[in-house]
Structures are given as C-alpha cells and as structure tokens.
Nanobody, 115 residues
Framework: QVQLVESGGGLVQAGDSLTLTCVASGLTFRTHAMAWFRQAPGKQRDLVARITSGGTAQYADSMEGRFTISRDNSKNMVYLQMNNLKPDDTGVYYC?????????WGQGTQVSVSS
C-alpha cells in the first residue's frame, strides 16, 4: 500500500520560510517522479513544483526563484523549501508521486501566510 505523508506546514508571516517534507512508502521511490501541489481556499489544485526520478526540477512560474524542490532517494523523501512566503501562498500543500501521471497523493499539510 502506497503512502505519502506530508509534514512541515504551519502559520507564518509574509517573508518567512518553511520547508515541507513528504515521506513515501510502499513504492519504488527512486523510479517515481514527485511533485508538490497547492490548493488555495475555493480554488483548484495546482502544480507548484515537480522533480523527475533523475532529479530534474520544474516550477510553476509564480514560484520559481522562491521555492526549491529536492529529493533524497536514500530516505524516500521529497522536500519543498519555500522562501519569502506571501499571503497568496496560503493553501493545503499535497505531495504526489507517479510514473505516468500522478497516481498517488498524500493527505496534505496546511500552510497559512499572514500579511
């Protein structure tokens, strides 16, 4: 059974930093692409960043330069370092994994950024 468990969310002020962590189990982690998605209140779930099995990262335009996605295949973990957070970054952040498309999802972790 595949499980993705996110942690690291919280309430912060604008300009602060947070690091989200996702621990994966039940899958061959090193072969899967990983991603972080965000769902703001009342909005659809959008891609924030993704990283291939080989370590190539891509970002949504509004996050590039502020967010960094990374992975540690030895620990089955993927991270999202978020700097200079803005109130618009508020939402539930989900970890996802997949070979072709996003087959597996975590339960999400809440990030709230106050102005």
């Amino acid at each position: 059974q595949v499980q993705l468990v996110e942690s690291g969310g919280g309430l912060v002020q604008a300009g602060d930093s947070l690091t989200l962590t996702c621990v994966a189990s039940g899958l061959t982690f090193r072969t899967h692409a990983m991603a972080w998605f965000r769902q703001a209140p009342g909005k659809q779930r959008d891609l924030v960043a993704r990283i291939t099995s080989g370590g190539t990262a891509q970002y949504a335009d509004s996050m590039e330069g502020r967010f960094t996605i990374s992975r540690d295949n030895s620990k089955n973990m993927v991270y999202l370092q978020m700097n200079n957070l803005k109130p618009d970054d508020t939402g539930v952040y989900y970890c996802a994994a997949g070979l072709w498309g996003w087959s597996y999802w975590g339960q999400g972790t809440q990030v709230s950024v106050s102005s």
